[in-house]
């Protein structure tokens, strides 16, 4: 099987900025305690006019243009989301559709919560094998404001709204790692079979635990596969769900600190999304150039995890 590269980034952010200091006012909590636990200051929450189809398609578009490709080029299809505006059609048919992609590729979404954009460029790895197309366009999108219970604090402080895409592209010769994996458990859920409104539930202790054991777990992963380990990359994309999971796991592996980007502090927990926003903003403030080598790893609902170690080969 051929590995992949990603040769074009994009994302969108929703327009309504929600600080610490505004969810003070609804729930009991404070700046104070939600900056000092989580890292995070601020999110955004999708505004009148955008929902997690508009966000995912704008993304999408951007990395298409960023990648140099047309539409028409894209061979492969898929959405990362566990809030896309409808259980079907799926974001990836509704991107499919407006962004005018051929009608003859596949396109679906993936649900694996906050590890989705990593098991779906895996996923795009397995379908441009199969189908011997060259491109793949893999979407991370939510709007998880939609799926938060206001009242509940320990819960609607820590999660976001956006977009992040990326277009990949079959290569022979760059270097590739992955590793996924699933524990089926209810330690974040979603469950929605009735006809009140599904809100977000987390067991915060046991998700912490369960973060800072698979992050360096699956660096080591990829390290082995790869050869390649943490020095040998230009930065380290961990997903953004607490600043003080990433610190934990710097300090227990000895890592260098500043190749781990950090910007929950904007936008709190994007879940499918947070790793193709950071992926963007790095590729956008040049802090990842033509050539660099990238661990990305993703944990989450599921559970689930994920891990990629790709080489970015931007214009
Ligand atoms: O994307 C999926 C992956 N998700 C994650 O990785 C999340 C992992 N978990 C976490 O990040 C942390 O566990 C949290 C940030 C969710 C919670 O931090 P914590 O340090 O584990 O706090 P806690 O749940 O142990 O709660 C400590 C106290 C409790 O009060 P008592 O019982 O000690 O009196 C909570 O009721 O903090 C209270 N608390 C709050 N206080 C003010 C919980 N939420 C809040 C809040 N504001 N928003």
């Not at 995912?56 to 990648?67: H, L």
Request: charged fraction near 20%.
């Amino acid at each position: 099987m051929k590995n992949i590269e990603i040769i074009g980034t994009g994302r969108s952010i929703p327009s309504k900025v929600v600080t610490n200091d505004d969810l003070a006012k609804i729930v009991d909590t404070s700046d104070e305690w939600i900056s000092t636990r989580t890292g995070i200051r601020q999110r955004r929450f999708c505004d009148e006019g955008e929902s997690a189809n508009s966000l995912a398609i704008a993304a999408a578009a951007k990395a298409i243009a960023a990648s140099g490709l047309a539409p028409e080029d894209i061979g492969v299809c898929i959405c990362a989301t566990i809030s896309g505006n409808y259980a079907t059609p799926s974001m990836a048919c509704i991107v499919q559709r407006e962004l005018g992609l051929r009608e003859c590729i596949p396109a679906l979404d993936v649900n694996a919560a906050c590890s989705g954009f990593l098991y779906g460029i895996e996923v795009a790895r397995g379908l441009l094998n199969g189908t011997g197309e060259n491109y793949a366009l893999v979407v991370g999108c939510e709007q998880l404001s939609k799926l938060l219970d206001m009242t509940d604090r320990s819960t609607c402080v820590l999660f976001g709204d956006g977009a992040g895409a990326a277009v990949v592209r079959i290569s022979d010769d760059a270097p590739y790692a992955s590793t996924l994996g699933a524990r089926g458990g209810y330690e974040i859920s979603v469950l929605g079979a009735g006809p009140e409104p599904s809100h977000i539930h987390m067991d915060g202790a046991e998700v912490f635990k369960f973060a800072t054991n698979i992050i360096p777990k699956c660096i080591g992963e990829l390290e082995k596969k790869s050869g390649i380990g943490i020095d040998g990359v230009s930065k380290v994309v961990c997903h953004q769900a607490n600043e003080r999971i990433i610190d934990s796991c710097i300090r227990r592996m000895k890592a260098d600190s500043s190749k781990f980007y950090k910007n929950m502090d904007r936008f709190g927990n994007t879940s499918a999304a947070s790793v193709p926003i950071a992926l963007s903003e790095l590729v956008e403030n040049g802090e990842v150039k033509d050539g660099d080598l990238l661990m990305m790893v993703g944990f989450g609902a599921g559970l689930t995890w994920a891990g990629a170690l790709v080489r970015y080969a931007g214009q």
